[in-house]
């Protein structure tokens, strides 16, 4: 994979720094280690940093088109670049190497902005057009690839894959955005398109964004967007073939290197069904890894062997630390803004132990929100039976109640054995998921704020991001959140921590169930082709019966797990009390003192557990320490 950055001064052709741009450059060395290169011309600069994974001699970049015009910076995978190749010397364009790179900059020059619609992918680019005078940036369908950009108060635009290239311009304001901080500690990451910081944005996905010298109005493009009408597929035997045959295909095109490739193996559902798959299209066996804890409550590896074994593959498996307290503070160097997913820790080890064997590594990302695999959306369709039963007017002061009076309601049927699905109830639809799949609730983070910084948060709340994209949700409940998982979770969380954990270690990770061809299609299948009753991903696991085993599709979810309850209680006790007690929350102005100790004292003494919301409080504390340069 690759990493890009960039200054476009969007008044007039100034000259650029070609040592900040240089600068920029390198605070991204990791995402590519093997070559790099900058152009500079008036108004305008490119760098790039490469991985060479494609046609490893060429491919050089800044990469520019047969009268030097057209420009591009690029980081990303075009899978379909050879039809498009031929599509593209048929109209008259002329190639002088053999990567996808190339193919963006004839794509530009044919069919503009709307090149993007054409590329089947995951990319993000920055293309400068002299001709124009037009810089265009663009990002991937599902948002694999990330990119960021912010507007100088003197014109000049700033671009870069990762928060830290713009983070080397001492130019930068670094004024923290309050929405972001309320989102964050809702979600345990900062959702698109902000930042943590003012005036710093994330392309979102599926946009594009023109920028010509003279108007520097920053305008994002929404060119793609998940359609979940109906594709006409109601037969479920049919269906299942052609769920197998689209990952086949998807996977197929995604083998394509020139460098070692090889798999994630946990275990689970959607990494084996990817290794099956892979397998199947292979002649050599296919290199897998996974990792293993000492703990079998988190330890997959057994799971993950009798793939390895049906399949033949060259499996690898290293044992983790369970206490692997060394990589806290390296998170917040890799993620530059506050991120609570803890399970970035495993991922970084399992990223690590993969770059000894290969350069591109397949994941099983995106099964869960395409097929229905969260345990969360059968509780959102059975909470939903409830709203259709009662109007809010009545639901909120009835389930509000109960909830407050938890858990002294143990007559309640089982579904409502929970003080957070009552809570739920009390809500609409939108606001109970959001509560349902929130780290600190409202009232937690009401009482966790101080007095001026719910002030300063001017009445935004964390729900007004799920609200705003609810607006284009589709009506089925369980398409609904699925929509939303889609448009948050998945790329704020899930595919911010697989790039950055696997670009540390110069690995590039590819996602066939991501393919938005496969996506599409999937998105169009019933809803009860993907949850049945109690099972989740019902066709995928279904059609997967003759490759994998029950045990293996029928199990109970795991995932990567880290004992943050524990650590708390134990090693890290004095930790979390220095910095969540200490001088850094405190003078941030953000936080109240005493809720604060309140919930320190009562999970370390064992009433409450508040390993999470914890866990959220120390990363946000690393960050502030990184900002202020401790």
């Known amino acids: 994979m690759c990493g890009i950055a960039g200054i476009f001064d969007t008044r007039e052709q100034r000259l650029i720094n070609e040592g900040l741009l240089e600068r920029m450059n390198q605070a991204q060395f990791h995402r590519g280690p093997d070559d ?3 152009h500079v011309e008036p108004g305008v600069g490119l760098a790039h940093r490469r991985l060479s994974i494609i046609d490893l001699s060429n491919g050089h970049q800044p990469l520019f088109n047969e009268d030097g015009s057209v420009a591009v910076v690029y980081n990303g995978e075009i899978y379909n670049f050879p039809e498009l190749t031929r599509e593209l010397l048929a109209a008259g364009h002329q190639f002088r190497t053999h990567c996808d790179t190339e193919v963006i900059v004839h794509a530009w020059e044919e069919w503009g902005e709307a090149c993007v619609e054409r590329f089947r992918g995951m990319f993000a680019f920055a293309l400068w057009d002299r001709n124009r005078q037009t810089l265009f940036l663009a990002r991937d369908r599902l948002g694999i690839k990330p990119l960021h950009y912010a507007l100088l108060p003197d014109g000049r635009l700033l671009f870069g894959s990762e928060l830290k290239s713009l983070l080397v311009c001492n130019d930068l304001p670094r004024q923290v955005d309050p929405r972001s901080v309320e989102d964050y500690f809702a979600l345990g990451y900062v959702p698109e398109p902000r930042t943590i910081f003012t005036g710093v944005f994330k392309l979102s996905p599926g946009h594009t964004l023109t920028i010509r010298r003279g108007n520097a109005g920053l305008r994002p493009q929404q060119y793609w967007d998940v ?4 594709n006409g597929i109601t037969d479920e035997r049919e269906a299942g073939e052609q769920l197998i045959e689209r990952l086949q295909e998807a996977v197929r095109i995604r083998l394509i290197a020139d460098v070692p490739l090889g798999a994630f193996l946990s275990g689970g559902v959607d990494s084996s069904a990817v290794v099956a798959m892979m397998a199947g299209l292979n002649s050599e066996p296919v290199n897998t890894c996974s990792i293993s804890f000492g703990d079998p409550a988190y330890n997959e590896s057994d799971f993950a062997a009798r793939v390895a074994d049906r399949y033949r593959t060259n499996h690898r498996v290293e044992e983790v630390n369970p206490d692997d307290f060394d990589l806290i503070d390296k998170l917040v160097d890799i993620y530059d803004e506050p991120y609570a997913d803890s399970s970035a820790m495993p991922t970084y080890r399992v990223c690590e132990l993969a770059r000894k064997r290969v350069t591109v590594a397949l994941s099983g990302d995106g099964g869960d929100e395409n097929l229905a695999g969260y345990r ?13 039963l009662l109007p809010l007017s009545l ?25 957070s699905t009552f809570e739920a109830l009390a809500r609409d639809d939108i606001e109970g998921y959001f509560h349902s799949v929130s780290i600190l ?12 910084f719910r002030r300063d948060l001017q009445g935004h709340r964390a729900v007004d991001v799920f609200r705003e994209h609810a607006a284009r949700a589709p009506e089925h409940p369980l398409s609904r959140v699925q929509y939303l998982d889609l448009k948050t979770y998945l790329v704020g969380d899930i595919l911010t921590k697989v790039d950055r954990a696997s670009m540390a270690h110069g690995l590039e990770v590819r996602v066939p169930i991501l393919d938005h061809q496969l996506v599409e299609w999937m998105a169009g299948l019933p809803p009860e082709f993907k949850l049945r009753g109690r099972e989740g991903k019902y066709l995928f696991k279904k059609s997967l019966e003759s490759r994998l085993p029950k045990e293996i599709l029928y199990r109970p979810k795991m995932g990567f797990a880290v004992p943050l309850a524990s650590w708390f ?11 969540l007690l200490g001088p850094n929350m405190q003078d941030s102005g953000i ?9 320190v004292d ?13 866990w959220t409080l120390m990363m946000f504390e690393a960050f502030l320490r990184k900002q202020q340069g401790q």
């Open 36 to 38: 790099g290169g900058t």
């Open 227 to 230: 359609d979940f009408s109906p």
């Open 376 to 388: 969360r959306y059968r509780w959102h369709l059975y909470e939903q039976r409830m709203r259709s």
């Open 395 to 419: 639901r909120r002061p009835l389930f509000g109640t109960l909830g407050r009076l938890y858990p002294k309601a143990d007559w309640a049927p089982r579904v409502f054995r929970a003080k």
């Open 441 to 452: 609730g409202d009232t937690i983070r009401e009482q966790l704020f101080s007095g001026d």
């Open 569 to 579: 209680r134990g090693p890290l006790r004095e930790r979390v009390r220095t910095a």
């Open 591 to 599: 936080f109240d003192a005493g809720f604060l100790q309140q919930i």
């Open 602 to 614: 009562q999970h370390q003494s064992g009433r409450r557990n508040f390993s999470d919301p914890l």
